[in-house]
Nanobody, 115 residues
């Protein structure tokens, strides 16, 4: 079992920045950030593979968001810059210990971007 604890959400004006953190209680193969806006499905924002460092982003956040990982702290971060109102959502940290789908999820942290 891997527990994920997120932090760093909040309210920010458009154009501002926030950094989300997700601390994992155990080793993982791949970690990711998803988000779910009101009335919409949960979608992948970015993921990072632990042993290779391979990173992928959703097109909607490329150039604005950066995912990174501190292996020593077993923590993944999501630096969000140039935030837009459409980035408003609950952001979830997810992890998997295999190459399969994500099987561990955090509780989520609210990000609200005002116009």
């Amino acid at each position: 079992q891997v527990q994920l604890v997120e932090s760093g959400g909040g309210l920010v004006q458009a154009g501002g920045s926030l950094r989300l953190s997700c601390a994992a209680s155990g080793l993982t193969f791949r970690m990711a950030w998803f988000r779910q806006a009101p009335g919409k499905e949960r979608v992948l924002v970015a993921h990072i593979v632990g042993n290779t460092g391979i990173i992928n982003y959703a097109d909607s956040v490329k150039g604005r968001f950066t995912i990174s990982r501190d292996k020593a702290k077993n923590t993944v971060y999501l630096q969000m810059n140039s935030l837009k109102p459409e980035d408003t959502a609950v952001y979830y940290c997810a992890a998997t210990t295999t190459r399969a789908s994500y099987d561990y999820w955090g509780r989520g942290t609210q990000v609200t971007v005002s116009s």
